[in-house]
Every structure is written in C-alpha cells, then in structure tokens.
C-alpha cells in the first residue's frame, strides 16, 4: 500500500491578499501568510522588505488596506492592537518595553495586575509569575529583582513570558536575538521550543539564518513587500532561502555552495518574482 500523508492542519491565522501602502509606497502587495498551532514559522527578508509592516498589520498597529486576514478560518478585523489581543496574538517588539525600575512581577502583570479588594495582590501574583517561569523552564535569580540588573538574554525571556500572563495562541518575535551572546541567545532558542511544544503558533522575525534554521519549521520569504518563497526547513538548503531573500540565484554564497560541492552541490533557481 502507498502511504498517504496526512493533510496539514488548517492555520489559525491567514492573511489572503494582504496589501499596505503608506502614501506613495506600497509596503505590502498581496501577501499571503498561514500560521498553524505548534509551528514556528520565520518571516525573513532583506531591509525594506515588508516585514515590519506585516507585523504590525497582525499586531493591530496598521489596518491592513485590502486583502483578508482570518482567525481560524473566520474572517476578522483587526483595526487596533486591543483587536489582536482579544483573538489571541501577542507581539514582543524588539525594544522589549520592559520597566526597569520594576521587578520581575510587576512586568509580567504591567497592565493586567490581580486586585482583591482594590489593593493589589502581590502574594498572588507572586505566585503565578513562580509558576509561569517554572513551566518555561526560565531561570532568573529572583522574582523581585529590577528587571536593569538582568542580562540580555534574561530580559528577553521575561519579556516573552509578559506577552503569555494573557494566555495568547500566536505569539510574534521580532528579532528576539539581536544583540545577544551565544549562551543567552540559546536561552531565547530553547524558549521558543518550548513555546511551539505548547502548541502555540510562534511567528520569529530575524535575520540570523542559523537561528531560524535552528528552531523554525518553515521559512517564508518577503522581498520588496511581496512574497518570495515558502520553504520547509527540513527540505531547503541555506542557499535556496538566501537566494529568495534577494531575489537571484546567482549571488556569492549560492556560487561558493556550486563550487565547494556544499548544500546540493549546484545553486538551484529562486523563485520567480513578480512585477506590477
């Protein structure tokens, strides 16, 4: 008997012909995106590709112009970040917006705080900030330290554990590794395991392609706001993604591949771009 293969599982979040402009530039045209429960999906592409603007169509930030973004085959609208929060997706930007002068507990429940009786419950929260790093396996030497005298790579993971105190089923990481050394950028990999082993659907924004091959299961490609290339991790090379991001198969590292024998042993072609 042939083995058949099973049929992916429906995404949670669809973007269909997804376009944004700005004025005169159009950041986004056409852009199509699933997002599925227990994946780690990477968006990836140059500078001025469009990857920032999507993200912030997903987050709330800026209401996409045309197209159809659906959640869980539903179609929504998602004109304001308070609109992305109530479906379930959370986004931790790149500058964290992290309190310093606050401690752990107070980060986490900035905003969400638990009252009892008008006063704020500190036991509790306490509680819960112990149980949710625990489960996340995330080490920090204190619960009510200031978040300044944490590392980088510290400050990262507490700042993705903020964005899951509202229980969200997407969560989106934008350059979650920027700036950090190799043991704290190790930390933040592992974490975004755990958070796909949760059944969560993790979009990872970055451009260090060994991180997003070391932790994402498809890769897709934005190149001057449209759509590039939609790759299983497991099945690309490095080269065939590379070639996407800038849109020839003729660049340095695919001629290096060719003559060192190395990935396929020949650069394969990109995909074709499309122009208005």
Not at 96 to 108: E, R
Not at 142 to 169: D, H, M, T, W, Y
Not at 190 to 211: C, F, K, W, Y
Not at 228 to 233: E, S, T
């Amino acid at each position: 008997m042939t083995a058949t293969t099973a049929p992916p599982p429906s995404p949670i979040l669809a973007l269909r012909g997804v376009s944004k402009r700005f004025g005169a530039v159009q950041a986004l045209t056409d852009v199509e995106l699933e997002i599925r429960a227990g994946e780690v999906t990477a968006l990836v592409g140059d500078n001025g590709a469009g990857k920032s603007t999507l993200v912030k169509t997903i987050a709330g930030v800026h209401p996409v112009d045309a197209g159809v973004i659906s959640w869980k085959g539903a179609p929504v609208r998602i004109a304001k970040p308070h609109d992305a929060q109530e479906l379930g997706i959370a986004t931790v930007y790149q500058d964290l917006a992290l309190c310093d002068n606050l401690d752990v507990v107070a980060n986490l429940f900035l905003g969400r705080e638990i009252r009892r009786r008008s006063v704020l419950d500190q036991v509790t929260m306490e509680s819960r900030s112990r149980e949710l790093l625990d489960t996340l396996s995330i080490r920090i030497p204190s619960v009510r330290i200031p978040v300044a005298s944490l590392s980088g790579g510290q400050r990262q993971v507490v700042a993705i554990a903020r964005a899951l105190v509202g229980s969200p089923e997407v969560v989106v990481l934008d350059e979650p590794t920027a700036a950090l050394g190799v043991e704290q950028t190790a930390q933040v990999l592992d974490l975004i395991e755990r958070l796909r082993e949760r059944g969560l659907a993790v979009i990872l924004i970055s451009h260090n392609m060994a991180d997003v091959r070391a932790v994402a299961d498809r890769v897709v490609v934005l190149r001057l706001g449209r759509n590039n290339g939609d790759f299983r991790v497991a099945d690309t090379s490095g080269e065939e993604i590379i070639a996407a991001i800038t849109g020839a198969a003729d660049n340095a590292v695919a001629r290096r591949a060719g003559r060192t024998g190395a990935g396929t042993g020949a650069p394969r072609e990109a995909p074709k771009e499309s122009h208005e």
